[in-house]
């Protein structure tokens, strides 16, 4: 079974529309992240967590808003979905714990289209 | 401020031939560096990272990479390209922090059988 999954895999939403991505993990980490890809351009950071009750902005957050349900569980919504919001969109953990120093753990990403 | 670039957003190698993918980093504190592969359809994974300690660094799959901080760089070599080794490569660096993480723009590596 996969350690981090993410669902919808696939999602086709239009302008205007709510929209929740959902993250969850079985590796028991704190820390959490969503980011999104676009071609030529990379991972971006929207938002990151390091617990339930410690939420921050990553590099490009406006337009996305999030919840830390459980250490368990982190999703993203789009509260209004545009057309520049289609990307593919990445859930990672990572333990705060020194053994496992800055690795992340990725899932297989959800790819949105926003028409 | 931390950021990352990756010169060469497509490379092409033949089967055998040295694997050369590079990275550059500014970080204004002393930086996590590493190296993901991303293969078609699928999240990333770690190949290799450098936090401390010994500046050449062995990764999965026959990979290395160099901290070189004189040069603010951490090139990912492979002395020889398997056709298993085409995927989309990022560089990423972090503060010893750990709070965030910053990719490059990634490169996508084609092994030319």
């Known amino acids: 079974d996969a350690d981090v999954t993410q669902t919808p895999r696939n999602r086709i939403t239009k302008t205007g529309k709510r929209i929740m991505l959902e993250c969850s993990q079985t590796?028991?980490?704190?820390?959490m992240y969503w980011y999104r890809q676009d071609p030529g351009l990379g991972l971006r950071l929207i938002y990151y967590s390091f617990d339930v009750k410690d939420i921050n902005k990553g590099e490009i957050s406006d337009g996305y808003s999030v919840s830390r349900q459980a250490q368990a569980k982190f999703s993203l919504s789009l509260e209004s979905a545009i057309p520049n919001q289609t990307a593919l969109y990445f859930c990672a953990t990572m333990a705060s714990g020194s053994k496992l120093k800055g690795e992340q753990f990725f899932g297989p990403g959800t790819r949105l289209t926003v028409l | 401020a931390q950021s990352v670039t990756q010169l060469g957003s497509h490379v092409s190698v033949s089967e055998g031939a040295l694997v050369l993918l590079r990275c550059n980093y500014s970080?204004?504190?002393?930086?996590?560096l590493f190296w993901y592969v991303q293969y078609p359809n699928q999240g990333l994974q770690l190949l290799l990272k450098?936090?401390?300690?010994?500046?050449l660094v062995k990764g999965i799959n026959g990979f290395e990479a160099e901290f070189k901080k004189s040069e603010t760089s951490f090139h990912l070599t492979k002395p020889s390209a398997h056709m298993s080794d085409a995927a989309e490569y990022f560089c990423a660096v972090g503060a010893n922090t750990g709070n965030q993480f910053y990719f490059g723009t990634g490169t996508s590596l084609t092994v030319i059988p």
């Open positions: 450098y936090t401390t300690g010994a500046t």
């Open positions: 970080s204004s504190v002393p930086p996590y």
């Open positions: 590796k028991g980490h704190d820390r």
